[in-house]
Protein backbone atom coordinates (compact mmCIF):
# COMPACT_ATOMS: atom_id res chain seq x y z
CA UNK A 1 0.00 0.00 0.00
CA UNK A 2 1.00 3.58 -0.58
CA UNK A 3 -0.38 6.80 -0.14
CA UNK A 4 -2.52 8.66 2.52
CA UNK A 5 -4.37 6.00 4.91
CA UNK A 6 -6.88 8.23 6.74
CA UNK A 7 -6.70 6.78 10.86
CA UNK A 8 -10.55 8.00 10.59
CA UNK A 9 -12.10 9.72 13.75
CA UNK A 10 -15.45 7.81 15.24
CA UNK A 11 -18.32 9.80 14.77
CA UNK A 12 -20.83 9.56 18.15
CA UNK A 13 -23.60 10.73 19.73
CA UNK A 14 -22.57 9.55 23.03
CA UNK A 15 -20.41 6.91 24.64
CA UNK A 16 -22.32 3.81 23.52
CA UNK A 17 -24.14 4.94 20.24
CA UNK A 18 -22.49 5.75 16.92
CA UNK A 19 -23.30 8.51 14.61
CA UNK A 20 -24.26 6.74 12.06
CA UNK A 21 -24.76 9.45 9.45
CA UNK A 22 -21.90 11.24 10.52
CA UNK A 23 -19.85 7.93 9.67
CA UNK A 24 -21.60 7.72 6.43
CA UNK A 25 -20.36 11.73 5.85
CA UNK A 26 -16.90 11.37 6.74
CA UNK A 27 -16.30 8.32 5.16
CA UNK A 28 -17.87 9.71 1.69
CA UNK A 29 -15.60 12.82 2.56
CA UNK A 30 -12.78 11.05 3.14
CA UNK A 31 -12.95 8.94 -0.24
CA UNK A 32 -13.96 12.00 -2.07
CA UNK A 33 -11.22 13.72 -0.70
CA UNK A 34 -9.07 10.46 -2.90
CA UNK A 35 -7.19 8.51 0.39
CA UNK A 36 -5.83 5.36 -0.49
CA UNK A 37 -7.30 3.34 2.73
CA UNK A 38 -8.96 4.09 5.80
CA UNK A 39 -7.60 2.87 9.21
CA UNK A 40 -10.72 2.68 12.16
CA UNK A 41 -9.86 1.85 15.89
CA UNK A 42 -6.78 3.98 16.04
CA UNK A 43 -5.45 6.29 18.31
CA UNK A 44 -7.55 9.10 16.40
CA UNK A 45 -10.44 6.70 16.37
CA UNK A 46 -10.89 6.67 20.51
CA UNK A 47 -10.69 2.90 20.54
CA UNK A 48 -9.57 2.45 24.01
CA UNK A 49 -12.78 4.39 24.99
CA UNK A 50 -14.57 2.16 23.14
CA UNK A 51 -16.56 -0.71 24.25
CA UNK A 52 -16.49 -3.95 22.49
CA UNK A 53 -20.27 -3.46 21.13
CA UNK A 54 -19.30 -0.40 19.62
CA UNK A 55 -16.00 -1.58 18.58
CA UNK A 56 -17.73 -4.47 16.26
CA UNK A 57 -20.63 -2.24 15.12
CA UNK A 58 -18.43 0.48 13.53
CA UNK A 59 -16.48 -2.23 12.19
CA UNK A 60 -19.70 -3.28 10.43
CA UNK A 61 -21.15 -0.52 9.29
CA UNK A 62 -17.54 0.78 7.90
CA UNK A 63 -17.56 -2.06 5.53
CA UNK A 64 -21.18 -1.25 4.38
CA UNK A 65 -20.53 2.45 4.15
CA UNK A 66 -17.38 1.94 2.01
CA UNK A 67 -18.69 -0.70 0.11
CA UNK A 68 -15.33 -1.75 -1.61
CA UNK A 69 -14.32 1.39 -2.67
CA UNK A 70 -11.31 1.50 -0.88
CA UNK A 71 -9.29 -0.85 1.85
CA UNK A 72 -10.53 -0.80 5.21
CA UNK A 73 -7.57 -1.00 7.87
CA UNK A 74 -8.93 -2.39 11.45
CA UNK A 75 -7.43 -1.42 14.88
CA UNK A 76 -7.13 -4.68 16.81
CA UNK A 77 -4.55 -3.63 19.67
CA UNK A 78 -5.98 -5.32 22.67
CA UNK A 79 -3.38 -6.34 26.07
CA UNK A 80 -5.29 -10.03 25.00
CA UNK A 81 -3.96 -11.72 21.89
CA UNK A 82 -7.02 -13.70 21.96
CA UNK A 83 -9.47 -9.98 22.05
CA UNK A 84 -7.23 -8.83 19.27
CA UNK A 85 -7.75 -12.82 17.37
CA UNK A 86 -11.61 -12.38 17.65
CA UNK A 87 -11.52 -8.44 16.48
CA UNK A 88 -9.43 -10.10 13.56
CA UNK A 89 -12.21 -12.71 12.60
CA UNK A 90 -15.00 -10.19 13.09
CA UNK A 91 -13.13 -8.07 10.95
CA UNK A 92 -12.38 -10.29 7.87
CA UNK A 93 -16.41 -11.73 7.77
CA UNK A 94 -17.37 -7.76 7.60
CA UNK A 95 -15.17 -7.35 4.51
CA UNK A 96 -12.42 -5.89 6.24
CA UNK A 97 -9.13 -6.26 4.22
CA UNK A 98 -6.13 -5.78 6.92
CA UNK A 99 -5.84 -5.18 10.50
CA UNK A 100 -3.25 -2.69 12.55
CA UNK A 101 -1.48 -3.90 16.26
CA UNK A 102 0.19 -2.00 18.55
CA UNK A 103 2.07 -3.87 20.89
CA UNK A 104 0.17 -4.74 23.82
CA UNK A 105 -0.31 -1.93 26.78
CA UNK A 106 0.11 -2.12 31.08
CA UNK A 107 3.95 -4.43 31.08
CA UNK A 108 6.94 -3.36 29.12
CA UNK A 109 7.82 -5.97 26.89
CA UNK A 110 11.16 -6.97 25.70
CA UNK A 111 11.81 -7.18 22.11
CA UNK A 112 12.42 -11.05 21.69
CA UNK A 113 8.71 -10.71 23.50
CA UNK A 114 7.62 -8.78 20.93
CA UNK A 115 8.88 -10.78 18.18
CA UNK A 116 7.03 -13.30 19.80
CA UNK A 117 4.13 -11.52 20.05
CA UNK A 118 3.60 -10.22 16.39
CA UNK A 119 4.78 -13.67 14.99
CA UNK A 120 2.02 -15.52 16.63
CA UNK A 121 -0.27 -12.89 15.96
CA UNK A 122 0.57 -12.86 12.51
CA UNK A 123 0.26 -16.76 12.22
CA UNK A 124 -3.79 -16.56 13.71
CA UNK A 125 -4.92 -13.58 11.96
CA UNK A 126 -6.89 -14.19 9.24
CA UNK A 127 -6.00 -10.53 7.51
CA UNK A 128 -2.66 -9.11 7.01
CA UNK A 129 -1.25 -7.74 9.95
CA UNK A 130 0.37 -3.92 9.91
CA UNK A 131 2.60 -3.24 13.16
CA UNK A 132 1.84 0.01 14.55
CA UNK A 133 4.63 1.68 16.36
CA UNK A 134 3.51 4.00 19.02
CA UNK A 135 6.20 4.46 22.17
CA UNK A 136 4.29 7.49 23.69
CA UNK A 137 0.84 5.45 24.38
CA UNK A 138 2.41 1.99 24.79
CA UNK A 139 5.64 2.83 25.96
CA UNK A 140 7.48 0.15 24.25
CA UNK A 141 9.42 1.26 20.81
CA UNK A 142 9.59 -1.41 18.94
CA UNK A 143 13.82 -1.57 17.30
CA UNK A 144 14.57 -1.12 13.72
CA UNK A 145 16.11 -4.65 13.84
CA UNK A 146 12.69 -6.59 15.41
CA UNK A 147 11.26 -4.76 11.94
CA UNK A 148 13.50 -6.38 9.88
CA UNK A 149 12.85 -9.91 11.05
CA UNK A 150 9.38 -9.21 11.49
CA UNK A 151 8.92 -7.95 8.08
CA UNK A 152 10.21 -11.24 6.66
CA UNK A 153 6.56 -12.96 7.84
CA UNK A 154 4.39 -13.03 4.63
CA UNK A 155 1.48 -11.92 6.87
CA UNK A 156 3.07 -8.74 7.87
CA UNK A 157 3.56 -6.38 5.09
CA UNK A 158 4.28 -3.04 6.84
CA UNK A 159 4.40 -0.89 9.50
CA UNK A 160 2.77 2.98 10.63
CA UNK A 161 5.63 4.57 13.00
CA UNK A 162 4.25 7.19 14.98
CA UNK A 163 6.95 7.86 17.12
CA UNK A 164 8.00 10.73 16.05
CA UNK A 165 11.23 9.98 15.53
CA UNK A 166 12.95 11.01 12.50
CA UNK A 167 16.11 9.04 12.79
CA UNK A 168 14.22 6.02 13.96
CA UNK A 169 12.30 6.47 10.35
CA UNK A 170 15.41 6.95 8.64
CA UNK A 171 17.16 3.78 10.17
CA UNK A 172 13.96 1.83 9.02
CA UNK A 173 14.23 3.08 5.17
CA UNK A 174 17.53 2.45 5.02
CA UNK A 175 17.45 -1.33 6.31
CA UNK A 176 14.70 -2.11 4.50
CA UNK A 177 15.65 -0.47 1.27
CA UNK A 178 15.91 -4.11 -0.18
CA UNK A 179 12.58 -5.20 0.48
CA UNK A 180 10.40 -2.93 -1.63
CA UNK A 181 7.22 -4.32 -0.83
CA UNK A 182 7.10 -3.77 2.89
CA UNK A 183 5.05 -0.95 3.40
CA UNK A 184 6.44 2.37 5.85
CA UNK A 185 4.15 4.87 6.88
CA UNK A 186 4.44 7.43 9.15
CA UNK A 187 1.57 8.80 11.87
CA UNK A 188 2.61 12.54 11.94
CA UNK A 189 1.32 14.67 9.96
CA UNK A 190 4.61 16.99 10.02
CA UNK A 191 6.43 14.54 9.19
CA UNK A 192 4.47 12.89 5.98
CA UNK A 193 6.05 15.08 3.16
CA UNK A 194 9.77 14.61 3.99
CA UNK A 195 9.34 10.85 4.84
CA UNK A 196 7.92 10.01 0.81
CA UNK A 197 10.88 12.28 -0.42
CA UNK A 198 13.23 9.75 1.52
CA UNK A 199 11.57 6.82 -0.03
CA UNK A 200 8.41 6.27 2.70
CA UNK A 201 5.13 5.04 1.12
CA UNK A 202 2.82 7.48 2.61
CA UNK A 203 1.02 8.73 5.97
CA UNK A 204 -1.57 7.56 8.38
CA UNK A 205 -2.08 11.22 8.72
CA UNK A 206 -5.12 12.39 11.38
CA UNK A 207 -5.26 16.03 9.86
CA UNK A 208 -6.89 13.59 6.63
CA UNK A 209 -9.70 13.31 8.36
CA UNK A 210 -10.48 17.39 8.33
CA UNK A 211 -8.96 18.11 4.97
CA UNK A 212 -8.31 14.56 2.68
CA UNK A 213 -7.29 16.41 -0.65
CA UNK A 214 -4.69 18.51 1.28
CA UNK A 215 -2.75 15.74 2.43
CA UNK A 216 -3.39 13.41 -0.88
CA UNK A 217 -2.35 16.39 -2.85
CA UNK A 218 0.65 16.94 -0.63
CA UNK A 219 1.90 13.16 -0.76
CA UNK A 220 1.35 12.98 -4.64
CA UNK A 221 3.74 16.15 -5.03
CA UNK A 222 6.15 14.66 -2.75
CA UNK A 223 6.46 11.62 -4.42
CA UNK A 224 7.09 13.46 -7.89
CA UNK A 225 9.61 15.55 -6.44
CA UNK A 226 7.50 18.94 -6.51
CA UNK A 227 9.33 20.67 -4.22
CA UNK A 228 7.77 24.08 -4.99
CA UNK A 229 4.00 22.38 -4.11
CA UNK A 230 5.40 19.94 -1.41
CA UNK A 231 6.52 23.68 0.31
CA UNK A 232 3.53 25.48 -0.27
CA UNK A 233 1.04 22.49 1.30
CA UNK A 234 3.46 22.00 3.99
CA UNK A 235 2.38 25.13 5.01
CA UNK A 236 -0.99 24.11 5.87
CA UNK A 237 -0.06 21.07 7.67
CA UNK A 238 2.06 22.94 10.01
CA UNK A 239 -1.45 25.49 10.13
CA UNK A 240 -3.30 22.41 11.13
CA UNK A 241 -0.34 21.17 13.38
CA UNK A 242 0.32 24.64 15.32
CA UNK A 243 -2.70 25.67 15.80
CA UNK A 244 -5.86 23.03 15.30
CA UNK A 245 -3.85 20.26 17.44
CA UNK A 246 -2.73 23.24 20.09
CA UNK A 247 -6.20 24.34 21.73
CA UNK A 248 -7.44 22.68 24.43
CA UNK A 249 -5.84 20.89 27.44
CA UNK A 250 -4.85 17.32 27.95
CA UNK A 251 -2.69 14.66 26.22
CA UNK A 252 -5.12 14.49 23.02
CA UNK A 253 -5.93 18.31 21.80
CA UNK A 254 -5.31 17.20 18.44
CA UNK A 255 -8.27 14.88 18.17
CA UNK A 256 -10.31 17.39 20.46
CA UNK A 257 -9.07 19.55 17.35
CA UNK A 258 -9.89 17.01 14.79
CA UNK A 259 -13.48 16.79 16.34
CA UNK A 260 -13.76 20.32 16.40
CA UNK A 261 -13.25 21.05 12.77
CA UNK A 262 -15.53 18.17 11.42
CA UNK A 263 -18.34 19.78 13.32
CA UNK A 264 -17.51 23.22 11.68
CA UNK A 265 -17.36 21.24 8.13
CA UNK A 266 -20.64 19.93 9.14
CA UNK A 267 -19.44 16.08 8.89
CA UNK A 268 -20.31 15.28 12.51
CA UNK A 269 -20.59 16.90 15.47
CA UNK A 270 -17.58 16.90 18.56
CA UNK A 271 -18.49 14.24 20.55
CA UNK A 272 -16.08 12.49 22.41
CA UNK A 273 -16.23 9.24 24.39
CA UNK A 274 -15.66 9.24 28.29
CA UNK A 275 -12.82 9.85 29.73
CA UNK A 276 -12.09 12.46 26.91
CA UNK A 277 -14.19 15.60 25.84
CA UNK A 278 -14.68 18.64 24.16
CA UNK A 279 -14.47 21.62 25.71
CA UNK A 280 -12.94 24.51 24.45
CA UNK A 281 -12.90 28.24 25.85
CA UNK A 282 -14.33 30.58 23.26
CA UNK A 283 -10.88 31.84 22.08
CA UNK A 284 -9.72 28.50 21.66
CA UNK A 285 -12.79 27.51 18.97
CA UNK A 286 -12.04 31.05 17.49
CA UNK A 287 -8.91 30.38 16.84
CA UNK A 288 -9.81 26.55 15.46
CA UNK A 289 -12.70 28.24 13.37
CA UNK A 290 -9.98 31.08 11.91
CA UNK A 291 -7.67 28.47 11.16
CA UNK A 292 -9.54 25.72 8.91
CA UNK A 293 -9.89 29.45 6.97
CA UNK A 294 -6.54 29.63 5.75
CA UNK A 295 -6.35 25.93 5.60
CA UNK A 296 -8.74 26.17 2.85
CA UNK A 297 -6.96 29.87 1.36
CA UNK A 298 -4.10 27.60 1.17
CA UNK A 299 -5.68 24.83 -0.60
CA UNK A 300 -7.42 27.77 -3.32
CA UNK A 301 -4.50 29.00 -4.19
CA UNK A 302 -2.81 25.45 -4.87
CA UNK A 303 -6.39 24.54 -7.04
Partial sequence: MKGIITPMA???????????????KLINHLING???????????GEATSLSNKIKQELVSLSCEYINGRVPLLVGITDPSL????????????????AVVAAPPYYFTLTQPELLAYYNKLADQSSLPVYIYNMPAQTKIMIE??????????PNIPGIKDSSGAG????TLLYLLKDNPDFSIFVGPDEM??????LGGSGGVNSGSNMFPELYVQL???AAEGDLTTVRRLQQAVMEISSVIYSQGGGGYRFLKGIKKVLSILDITD????LPLHHMFSDDEAEAIRISVERVKQILSNNS
Fill in 219 to 221: YNA
Fill in 82 to 97: AESVQLTIFSKNAGAS
Fill in 10 to 24: TPLLNDDTINKDGLR
Fill in 34 to 44: GVSGIFILGTT
Fill in 167 to 170: PYFN
Fill in 192 to 197: MAQSVL
Fill in 270 to 273: NTMA
Fill in 144 to 153: PATIVTLSQH
